[in-house]
């Protein structure tokens, strides 16, 4: 017989964990939900709820608890991103990429000096933003052209990222610059920008379709000073830094797809549960349980896949393949929940005065950021035909 104690549902959560996810979304019910239409109006995070998000203890998830983080694992970091999401993918963001890309970065990269420096404050009160992107390089992001001179008195970098997410509210940036472009990718450095560095400057925020609330910004670096300590990782090896925390951001950017999916679903079944036409709720209508039916079990593929690739990855496994499929699937599937939940409130479903046309609108960036649906397949196809 084998031994089937320790095998559990991959949905099935743990005390702890069952009890940290009804926390936060307890927090995203009472705090942020009745913000969420204002904060997409207005495009903007107050930084009052900043603050409340630090205090929860979701900004610093798996810092460790000397540095004044939660000291979790990285799938609680997934669990937070999903119950915000279901109430806001922009708040969702804002706290992935602080925990999967920034927090994560340092944790791995950071030397005993960077995390010094850094880690309490990513943990306590400072907005951690992750900037790759550039105007001519975002799938091929290696080809970027942000140059970093290396001088006596430490690197001067110059260039210009795009579409940085936190960007507005962030005081550390993660900037990859090449320090030879003659190198390829192998020139490809990773840095820490504080907000305050002279020559680093916070640029144009995008008007978007989606997740409003959440800044992207644009970034200029003109003769901006990077002291030597503040390189993150090796000289010449940001690409593995870019690459290794992108396949773990990846995993969040499927939480909060999920998440998204979940709140446009019960927002719907609420709703159809209410709305009677033809003399009976909407949600009597078998034409429509089926299709409800079809959403939920989507939901329920998606948030296997996206607790098992946070899973693996806890355990220390292979997830490359994992977190690709989890990205492409949750996204394409928050995309076509979100479409049914319009359709499902009709007329109503098409005006701002409910809350699933924005879900609509946001769940559209699951497809493009943290590499496009394309790359996650050309991933996923050099996994499986190598
Ligand atoms: C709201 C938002 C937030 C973002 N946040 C961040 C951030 O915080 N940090 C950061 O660094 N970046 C961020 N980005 C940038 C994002 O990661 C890029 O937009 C994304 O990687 C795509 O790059 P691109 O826009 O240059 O599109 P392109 O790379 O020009 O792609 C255009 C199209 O071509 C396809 N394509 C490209 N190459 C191939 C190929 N080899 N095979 C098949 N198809 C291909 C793509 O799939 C896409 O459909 C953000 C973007 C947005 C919109």
């Known amino acids: ?72 694992a990285f799938f609680h970091a997934v669990l937070a991103v999903e119950a915000l999401s279901r109430v806001d993918p922009s708040i969702g963001v804002l706290v992935d990429v602080q925990n999967t890309l920034v927090a994560n970065a340092l944790m791995r990269w950071g030397s005993d000096q960077i995390k010094e420096r850094y880690l309490s404050s990513l943990a306590s009160r400072t907005v951690g933003a992750y900037a790759l992107s550039e105007a001519g390089s975002g799938s091929d992001a290696f080809a970027l052209t942000t140059r970093a001179a290396d001088t006596s008195d430490g690197f001067v970098l110059n260039g210009r990222k795009l579409w940085i997410t936190n960007g507005l509210e962030a005081g550390l940036f993660i900037v990859f610059a090449t320090v030879d472009p003659g190198e390829g990718y192998r020139g490809i450095t990773a840095f820490l920008v504080e907000r305050d560095f002279p020559g680093f400057t916070v640029g144009r925020k995008e008007d978007k379709m989606g997740i409003r609330a959440s800044s992207t910004c644009e970034l200029l670096l003109e003769d901006c000073k990077v002291p030597r300590a503040n390189v993150l990782g090796e000289i010449g090896k940001g690409y593995k830094v870019a690459i290794e925390t992108l396949n773990e951001g990846r995993i969040g950017i499927g939480a909060q797809m999920i998440g998204l999916a979940q709140g446009a679903l019960d927002h719907t079944v609420a709703y159809i549960r209410e709305r009677h036409q033809f003399g009976k709720a909407v949600a009597d209508f078998q034409g429509v349980q089926f299709q409800v039916a079809r959403a939920a079990t989507d939901l329920e593929a998606a948030r296997l896949m996206v607790y098992n690739a946070a899973r693996l990855r806890d355990a220390g496994e292979p997830f490359l393949k994992e977190a690709a499929m989890c990205k492409i699937f949750s996204s394409e599937m928050a995309e076509r929940v979100a479409s049914l939940a319009v359709n499902l409130y009709g007329g109503y479903g098409f005006v701002k005065d409910y809350p699933v046309e924005k879900l609509y609108r946001d769940a559209k960036i699951g497809q493009i950021y943290e590499g496009t649906s394309n790359l996650q397949l050309q991933t996923i196809a050099i996994q499986v035909l190598g």
């Not at 019910?29 to 998000?53: S, T």
């Open 1 to 72: 017989m084998p031994h089937v104690e320790t095998v559990r549902g991959l949905t099935r959560l743990d005390e702890d964990e069952a009890l940290f996810r009804d926390s936060v979304y307890e927090f995203a019910d009472q705090e942020i939900r009745p913000r969420v239409r204002e904060m997409d109006e207005q495009a903007h995070i107050p930084r009052q709820l900043i603050d409340k998000l630090f205090e929860l203890g979701v900004m610093a998830i798996e810092i460790p608890e000397a540095h004044g983080g939660a000291g979790a």
